[in-house]
């Protein structure tokens, strides 16, 4: 593939899901492993939509970590920046689900979250040669937990300015893969002046802000290009340039919301590299690309799983031919 114009940074796993609604973790009888990780989600749903990406993280020398690492080259997306830890092992997370379908994260099996591949991502094995070419870095919090992946992403970071790319940080905050909670309240907003786009849901909004307010947080951040608020079914807002607006959420059967936001994240930057950032400046521009991302969200719901419910750009095209707010 042509050199990757977004990296994405961050943990790729499997989200195992029980396959029994409404049971406890110990009551679940069997559980069906789906690919996953916000920034692996993003990389792949990029791709599909056809803007080359590459992902950067850490799998271990296991047959989960084969698996996912050939998921990513079926689809198309650049792998150097794959790292391969030869003990620790690939994450697994178990998900049990209500009987209305939601989602509760449940654990991580016979290991502590602090054992696993991605928390031994190294900062020193990072590609210098995909930061040159790239236009977008995407990461979200769950590195900051551990030590090592911590310092990986400072460095990915570090490398992203001086290579002036675009910084885009999901918030995508799970208290499970912390020790203590309070320190990512510590940590995560020390970042936010490194950051150009920032996304969080209603609840990483109230956590961090007190507010859900894109144009408040826009302002109290000073240095930020835009930021978004998604609240599922009920849509999301933004603050993109000047342009501030809300959207409701398209009315589709959904059947998996897993990764939506992840989809919508990659639909809104697939958008900033066909039409430019400098278009945010237009009200009318800002609200078409908010509108295709979050065609490229809830496309996303109407089959199981994140990675392989994801549309290409020619079903979003013909969705919004269809589907009008």
């Known amino acids: 593939?042509?050199?990757?114009?977004?990296?994405?940074?961050?943990?790729?796993?499997?989200?195992?899901?029980?396959?029994?609604?409404?049971?406890?973790?110990?009551?679940?009888?069997?559980?069906?492993?789906?690919?996953?990780?916000?920034?692996?989600?993003?990389?792949?749903?990029?791709?599909?939509?056809?803007?080359?990406?590459?992902?950067?993280?850490?799998?271990?020398?296991?047959?989960?970590?084969?698996?996912?690492v050939k998921l990513l080259q079926d689809v198309g997306v650049e792998t150097t920046g794959v790292q391969s830890h030869p003990t620790a092992p690939t994450r697994q997370v178990y998900v049990t689900r209500d009987l209305a379908g939601d989602r509760t994260f449940a654990g991580f099996g016979e290991y502590d979250t602090s054992e696993f591949a991605d928390t031994r991502l190294q900062a020193k094995q990072l590609p210098n040669s995909l930061f040159q070419e790239a236009d977008f870095l995407v990461f979200g919090t769950l590195e900051l937990a551990y030590p090592e992946s911590e310092q990986a992403i400072h460095r990915a970071l570090q490398l992203a300015e001086q290579y002036d790319l675009k910084i885009v940080l999901d918030v995508n905050w799970r208290p499970v893969f912390w020790h203590d909670p309070n320190i990512a309240h510590q940590k995560i907003p020390e970042l936010f002046n490194k950051v150009d786009f920032l996304k969080l849901s209603k609840e990483e909004a109230e956590w961090l802000f007190e507010t859900t307010d894109p144009g408040a947080i826009t302002y109290r951040l000073g240095s930020i290009e835009g930021v978004l608020v998604t609240d599922g079914e009920n849509g999301c807002s933004y603050c993109l340039g000047e342009n501030e607006g809300k959207f409701p959420s398209f009315s589709i059967p959904v059947v998996d919301t897993t990764g939506a936001g992840d989809s919508f994240l990659a639909g809104f930057i697939h958008q900033l590299t066909q039409h430019g950032i400098h278009s945010l400046r237009d009200a009318e521009t800002a609200k078409r690309i908010v509108t295709y991302a979050s065609a490229v969200g809830a496309l996303t719901t109407i089959k199981p799983g994140a990675i392989a419910s994801q549309p290409t750009a020619a079903e979003v095209e013909a969705f919004l031919a269809t589907n009008q707010l």
């Open 1 to 68: 593939m042509s050199n990757p114009r977004v990296l994405c940074i961050g943990e790729i796993l499997f989200d195992c899901l029980a396959d029994q609604l409404g049971l406890k973790l110990e009551e679940v009888k069997s559980w069906t492993p789906y690919p996953g990780g916000a920034p692996a989600n993003v990389a792949c749903a990029l791709v599909k939509l056809g803007t080359p990406t590459g992902f950067i993280g850490a799998v271990g020398k296991d047959e989960s970590g084969n698996a996912l």
